[in-house]
């Protein structure tokens, strides 16, 4: 008995560092561990807007983005002792996220101009890494997003749900 709690809290920590790939909205992240339950992250990637209405033209443009996420893991210890896989950080969170995203499109000229978005806030989510290294990735919460080039702002939901892999992943 000894044994096996020594061997769940040996696990039941953040891990150190984990390097993934995104693939819903096309992604590179880091996560850097901090403490035995708080990380941060740095993601740069791509996001989309899809635009379709009767009095417009249907288009889908694509964005570069950069993101950072402080997490505090709260859960841990209760995954690791009903027998859950904690490793690659398996587990709750609450965090703040923000999210900085230009409005020029990569690849095509459209409507869209020169202006950035920032948006951030609170978040509470969980991600689930499995033995092959799959990982699902949800964070819901509400922000503030602010337009650079109208120089206004507004509360809005903060929705994020990542689909990838784990590449320096534990077993």
């Known amino acids: 008995m000894i044994f096996t709690f020594l061997a769940n809290s ?6 150190k560092g984990q390097l993934k790939l ?4 096309p ?4 996560e850097a561990g901090l403490t035995n339950k708080t990380s941060v992250t ?3 990637g791509t996001g989309f807007i899809f635009a379709a209405g009767s009095n417009r033209d249907t288009e889908i443009s694509f964005f570069p983005y950069f993101e950072s996420q402080y997490k505090y893991y709260y859960n841990f210890d209760k995954r690791a002792k009903k027998g ?3 490793a690659n950080n398996s587990a709750n969170y609450i965090s703040f996220l923000a999210t900085l995203q230009s409005n ?11 202006q950035a978005i920032f948006v951030a806030g609170p978040t509470w989510g969980f991600q689930r890494t499995y033995k092959k290294g799959f990982r699902f990735s949800l964070d819901l919460g509400v922000g503030y997003a602010f337009e650079t080039l109208r ?12 689909l990838g892999w784990v590449l320096n992943r534990k077993k």
């Open 42 to 44: 740095f993601e740069v």
């Open 27 to 30: 992604a590179i992240e880091y």
């Open 104 to 114: 020029k499109p990569l690849f095509k000229n459209n409507k869209y101009n020169d």
């Open 10 to 15: 040996q696990t039941a920590k953040v891990e």
């Open 84 to 86: 859950k896989r904690t």
């Open 151 to 162: 120089n206004e702002g507004a509360i809005t939901p903060l929705i994020d749900i990542e």
């Open 22 to 25: 995104n693939f819903l909205a």
